[in-house]
């Protein structure tokens, strides 16, 4: 499910810090994070995403469109983040055999409300990217919209997960912020065209609460070339790296995307890869 990154919502209030921090914090603070805020989100976003749809990112390009995952007919297919499970519902209808996983419990639940009320069942567990509960060899394809990547501290680890559990010759496909946002400021006006910070500065982006000095929310960086050492490692060849146009069409803001952004600069980066045989 798309989820994208936490700061876009109102919170408690926080001080930002720019520290390293590790998979467990990252984790326990972005799971209850997400509990927090799963009610809203589904009310305020879930027409847009539709119950039985999958979209990339705030530009609203659909899987229908780019086809990065390919023919999912008939296949094993593992979401990770499913949230609400929209996107891996989408794959069940076109006869896709699809699971999801997401890390927040609340999100799971209106998974379940969205199941019963579509009538398309999306199984799901609750668990993280960096230790995925199934077997080597399980999944024809393993896919992540927003879900997961730029939460998780341990990235080596979440993508050699994925790649232990898909079969020879996987398909591997998601969707995170653009690196190159990294270098601006999280705002759809104008400011958010000025650039204040280094692209290669990969130091992770925490949240703090002021009331209980609890880390609230996490965000990792990784550029470009980082994502494609990491795929290249783990035995992934690269095929599809897309970088959504924002459409004429789309008025609709969505935290930091915007028209203003989006008609300059990506604010998406969508990869596909399959894993070597």
Known sequence: ????????????????????????????????????????????????????????????????????????????????????????RWVRARGGRAIGLDLSHRQLQHSRRIDEASGVVVPSVLGTATDLPFADDSFDAVFSSFGALQFVA????????????????????????????????????????????????????????????ATSYVEHHRTLGDWVGLLAGAGFRLTTLLEPRWPAANDRPWGGWSRTRGLLTPGTAIFGCDLDG
Not at 34 to 60: N, S
Request: with cysteine; hydrophobic share 30%.
């Open 154 to 213: 341990d990235i080596d680890m979440a993508v050699s997960e994925t790649a232990r559990v898909l079969r020879p010759g996987g398909r591997y496909a998601f969707s995170i912020t653009h690196p190159t946002r990294w270098m601006f400021p999280d705002d759809p006006g104008e400011d958010g065209l000025v650039a204040s910070q280094s692209y290669w500065d990969r130091t992770p982006y925490v949240e703090v609460d002021d009331e209980t000095g």
């Open 1 to 88: 499910m798309q989820q994208w990154p936490a700061q876009q919502w109102p919170h408690p209030p926080v001080t930002a810090h720019r520290r390293d921090t590790s998979e467990l914090e990252s984790r326990r603070a972005n799971g209850a994070d997400w509990d927090r805020y799963a009610d809203e989100y589904q009310a305020t976003h879930g027409a847009y995403l539709g119950d039985v749809g999958f979209l990339w990112g705030p530009e609203g390009l659909t899987e229908g469109e780019a086809g990065v995952l390919g023919d999912v007919a008939g296949k094993d297919v593992l979401e990770v983040g499913s949230g609400a499970g929209q996107c891996s």
